[in-house]
């Protein structure tokens, strides 16, 4: 899920299709990580988060997955809805009241 | 709850004037956060709050820009003097610290630098 350039990667999935998208991390400190959507002309909305004491934690139609060993997080959406497409960032942070980092986004596009 | 509120949601200014972004935190949230987001960069973090105190503003780019938070619910970002390379959206968030880092942003000002 990282980017290049000016192009943020592209998920592209069929309406009712499973998503998952990808993140890796930096900071082997972080102890807090969060994933938001953002969708055009507006600003990032929370969608779920996960404690670096967890390894998966579930939401509705959302699950996040931590993998420490190698500083990777996923975000699966489950049967996927057009209204699901936006750009979606993770973020990471440490010191609980600290800042969140946030990575370069990837974009969902849902077809009908 | 009416969330973050920013104003104004868009300005275009001519290089070298003045700019100042506003920010009405939620109520009751003790952190405040400026970001802004190009597509270059993505979403950067330029300065935070904790208790209406400055924390880290590592993130500012340079003396052009100041942030201030004179009370719970208010803040305050200024660019002088603005150049075209600030064009970008920027976005306030709030917090409450002691139950998580989840931020609340609000929509954010598109500003435009000519």
């Known amino acids: 899920g990282e980017s290049v350039g000016l192009h943020l990667p592209t998920l592209s999935v069929q309406e009712g299709d499973n998503s998952i998208i990808n993140c890796a991390y930096s900071?082997?400190?972080?102890?807090?990580f969060i994933w938001y959507k953002q969708e055009s002309g507006k600003g990032p909305q929370f969608i779920i988060d996960?404690?670096?004491?967890?390894d998966k934690r579930q939401g509705q139609r959302v699950t996040v997955l931590l993998n420490k060993t190698v500083k990777h997080l996923s975000l699966q959406i489950a049967a996927t809805q057009p209204g699901d497409s936006a750009v979606y960032f993770c973020?990471?942070?440490?010191?609980?009241?600290?800042?969140?980092?946030f990575g370069q986004g990837t974009e969902l596009s849902v077809k009908p | 709850d009416a969330g973050v509120i920013q104003s104004p949601r868009h300005e275009v200014t001519e290089m070298g004037q003045e700019v100042t972004l506003r920010c009405k935190p939620i109520?009751?949230?003790?952190?405040l956060f400026w970001y802004r987001q190009t597509m270059m960069r993505g979403l950067e973090l330029l300065i935070y709050?904790?208790?209406?105190?400055?924390?880290?503003d590592s993130g500012m780019p340079e003396d052009r820009f100041s942030a201030k938070m004179p009370n719970a619910s208010f803040s305050t970002l200024k660019i002088q003097p603005s150049e075209p390379r600030d064009s970008a959206v920027y976005f306030c968030?709030?917090?409450?610290?002691?139950?998580?880092?989840?931020?609340?942003f609000g929509s954010g000002t598109q500003l435009s630098v000519l």
């Open positions: 968030a709030s917090s409450f610290t002691g139950v998580g880092e989840k931020l609340f």
């Open positions: 900071n082997s400190a972080s102890d807090y």
């Open positions: 996960i404690r670096s004491n967890m």
């Open positions: 973020a990471e942070g440490y010191n609980q009241g600290g800042k969140l980092i």
């Open positions: 109520s009751g949230h003790n952190s």
């Open positions: 709050f904790n208790n209406n105190v400055p924390i880290d």
